[in-house]
Each structure stands twice: as C-alpha cells, then as structure tokens.
C-alpha cells in the first residue's frame, strides 16, 4: 500500500495542511491546482458515480464479471476507474459489495488503488445509501441504528447527532465517505409510497432540526451526509423508481412546507444534496424533472437557497428521470441545470460519452465542468482523501459494530417506540401474569437482509425477558388457513402479539387480528413499518408502533410490552381515521406510557 508521502504526490502534488472542518477547506490550493492539470476526459469521469460488482476490486466473483461486461463493458472496478477515470463509486448490497466490514474495507482500500495508479490520478468518493430503518446496504456486524421516521417518534436532536456521528465513523472506517442520508423529505402523504418511514415526519420544522442534527453528526465523524430529496419527495403517491410523480404544491406551500428542511440542512453546512426525478410546476412549468430542471437547482437552490456545495443527482436509472428524455441526453441535461455528480447512469459509456461531447460540441462549457468538479475536488479534500484515502483493517474491527454503538442503537430505539393504544392498562405484560406469548404476523425482509424475522426477534427477545414466546409467522397476506392455524394456535397462549405490516381496507391482516382478538385472548399489535395501521386494528387491545422491523427497534418493542422499559415515543405523524381521512385520529405528538 503506498504511504501516505505517495499517496500526497500521486493524488495532489503538494503537501499543503488541510483543515478538516469548516470553511476553510475552500481556501486549499490543491484542488485548483488538480484542476488545471486535469484532461477534459478526466474531468469528465469526476462527475460520475457508478456501481460496480463484485466484492474485489480486481478479483471479483465470475458472476461478477459476468454482470461487468454485460453492464459496463469491464470485468472489475480496477477497470471501469482506468477506462472511465470515475470521482465516485457508489456500493449496493445487491452488486456483491458489501459482504462484511473487512471486505468492505478491503474493497475501498483497492478502489483507491487503482484510481490512485492511474496517471494524474485521484482518490475516489465512495458512497453508499446507509439510512438505517427501512434502507441500509450494509448489515451487522454494523451498527443498525433507529431508521428517521423512530428518531421523529423520539425527537431528540442529539440522538439525530449521535446517530450521526457513530454511523459515520463505521462507514468512514470502511472506506465510504459519502452517505446519502438524511432523508429531507416531509411525510405529509400517508400513501406516499416511497418515502414513508425514511422520512423523520410531517413537521417541515421538527424533520429540520433532525436533518441538521445528523448532518452535524456525520460532519464530525469525516463523512459526507446527503440531504434528499431536493424539492421534496415528501406529498405523492408515486415512486420515482418506476413512474414520474408530480407535487401539486403551490409556490407558498413548497416554502412553509417542503423547503424548511433543505434550508436547515444548508444552514448546518451540509456537504452534499441530492435531487429528486419529480416534476413540481409551480417550481418549473416546463414538463422537466427536478433534477433536469436549471430553474430549480440552479434558480432556486443555489441563487435562492445560496447552496454552494456538491448537488448529487437521484440515480439515472430511475424512471421518473427518463420518462422524456433518453439516457444520452439525461446527464447532459442535468449537468445544464447545475448539478455536479451524476449517480448510477444505466449506461455508463453512452452517458460519459454523451457528456463529453457535449462539451467539444460547445452545448456544455469547459468552464461550467469545471465548477462542478472543482466543488468535488474541494469535497475530497475536506474528506481527507487527498492526505490518507486508504483505511486500516485493524479500525475496521474495533469501529465497525463496538460495544459502545450497539448500546447507544438500543438505548436510542428505547426512546422511539410509540405506545398508540392500550385499553385497560393492558401494558405492560408480565411473566407472572401472561407467561406464554404466541407472536404471529407479518415477517418481510430484512432491510439489510442480516436480520430478522421479525416475529422471530420478537419471540426471543420477549422470551428472554422471562416470556415463553413462541414464533408463528402468517404473512403480509394470510390466507383463511393460516389466520385459523393462529386462532388454534392461540388457545395455549395467554396473550397474543401481531407483527403489522402496511395495513389496508381489504387486508386480510385485519382479519387475522380480528379473529384472534375473537377468541378472548388479549391482542397487542406492533405495526412494524408504518404508525398509520394502528387506524385499521380497533380490535387489538393494545398497539405499538416500532417504524421498522429491524432487530433494533423490535428489541426495544420487546423491552416496552415488557415494561423493562417505559414507553417514550410521539407520533411524528398524524394518523387519520380508517372511516373517514378528513378526520385526525391521533395528532403528532400523540404517544402513551407508564
């Protein structure tokens, strides 16, 4: 591995101190100076961020090969940052990137590698989408914190912080230094499906004081956070993954609501924001998505919202972004509008090349590349990377999953849990009084896919409590043979627990609860993603809300029906009636304890 005198030579030339925090990183020479030596292909390659597979960087699996060439026309990472000169990879679960934290680390250490052997070469961003609650790409032994959505239900802008500031040490000792998190978003839509839980709710002020909290606390552990999703993907009913939605806010109701959020982050100096492919027409008449939009992210986010840091585009590959222009002309386009790193283009070579003719052909300024990758040069300094961009497999080990962190998730988790209903001080349980629990309902998997099920963690976590729990999972949609499996088995239990999952009008979830509530058993139902299921479960004695069904927050769901720990969260988010949705059934701020 090159030491670090070698690493400042190949990557920067000079030796000049950085200062790590504050404004002053803008005021370091280097990254002007990379800059006037830098090729129009080099400075091209900067602005892209593209996946890769494989869990090495020049040995990885054939499968992995496989999927290179077919994709990218390379067989490894080493090859695509020779071909392409990239400023950023991003690692998804899914591209075989993140195994554990030691390969993960070995993983960031050859991508430097190979950037850093290249001529005039340079240290690479690595970046992930490590939300925590319903969206991480990388599992335990890592720390899996509350997702935001629990943290709106807790309120506490300095776990927001601490969340923050543990995550990002464990990311930035694997090597990725920029997190796509936190979601800026406010919750305002119950149907919103894509947004939901990862956003921290539907207060524009109370989800800003969390944005900035953690966008602090990531600051101070060296990584970059990224707000998103710029405007706000927080009112609509369609995901952007695979349809184009639009926000029909006006003008006025964009400012109080949607754009509170954005302008904390911005005030707390966040390093990063990412826009989102939504079409808002009362931001741009003109049909374009945000992130192809100039009047949004150059008009209003940098003239209006005086933002100067690195605007990151959702990825490329997302429907929304391509449903009126083709892949050649997208990141051009948005390159036009003023952002700065274009993530995960479908096809990487037609968008490189795309871009690159745009500058020869004129269309696109030299000088207008430059400033975007100027801001990533000067991102990558502030990060330390042109000092030290390799990281050591022993911190790997004594960050990535500490004692210290796994008890502040759980202590963190405890402070979330919402108690909605619990008729007849049902709660909290006790092994004297109701010794064998039957835990049925819904088990969707892992977020991280390295946990769960959840009625699984449920059932050993309350067994441990002194409980003889038994697992019994039923499903996001029981069938009438399963739901009468539960009421039989029911009859040997003194109470029952129901995972929730997303509950609607017609689902057969209702009925399972109903059923088992039928049979005289008390029902404590535990709505393991969204708080609104609580709307649609009158039967249910007593209802919980976790906002994720990761181990962490289902532990400390245990911990509260136990009463080892008294119930503390708030809602975040209204949740209206079932019946009737002009009426609120329980406000934000809403939430029961002991």
Known sequence: MPSRRTVLAAGAGVTAALAVDGPAYADDPRPGELLARMTLEEKVGQVFVSRVYGHSATAPDQADIDANLRELGVRTAAELLARYRLGGIIYFA???NTRDPGQIAELSNGIQRASLGQPHGLPVLISTDQEHGAVCRVGRPATLFPGAMAIGAGGSRTDARTLGRLAGRELRAMG???????VADVNVNPANPVIGVRSFGADPAAVGALVAAEAEGYRASGVAATAKHFPGHGDTTVDSHTGFPVITHSREEWETLDAVPFRAAIAAGIDSLMTAHILVPSLDDSGDPATLSRPIVTGLLRETLGYDGVVVTDALDMAGVRTKYGDARVPVLALKAGVDQLLNAPDLDVAWNAVLKAVRDGELTERRLDVS?????????RLGLFDDPYVGTAEVGRTVGAPEHLAAADRMAERTTTLLVDEGSLLPLSPRTHPRLLVVGADPASPTGTTGPPTGVLAAALTALGFRATALSTGTAPSAETIAGAVTAAAGADAVVVTTYNVTAADSQRTLVEQLAATGRPVVAVAVRNP???ARLPSARACL???CWTD????AAARVIAGTVAPRGKLPVPVRRADDPTQVLYPIGHGLTY
């Not at 990725?176 to 936190?182: A, E, V």
């Not at 962490?552 to 532990?555: K, M, N, Q, S, T």
Request: hydrophobic residues 45%; charged residues 30%; aromatic residues 14%.
């Open 373 to 381: 990758v100027l801001r990533i040069l000067r991102l990558k300094a």
């Open 94 to 96: 899914w591209a075989h």
């Open 552 to 555: 962490v927050e289902l532990r």
């Open 545 to 547: 809300a976790t906002y």
């Open 176 to 182: 990725i230094r920029q997190d796509y998190s936190p």
């Open 532 to 534: 609104y299921d609580v």
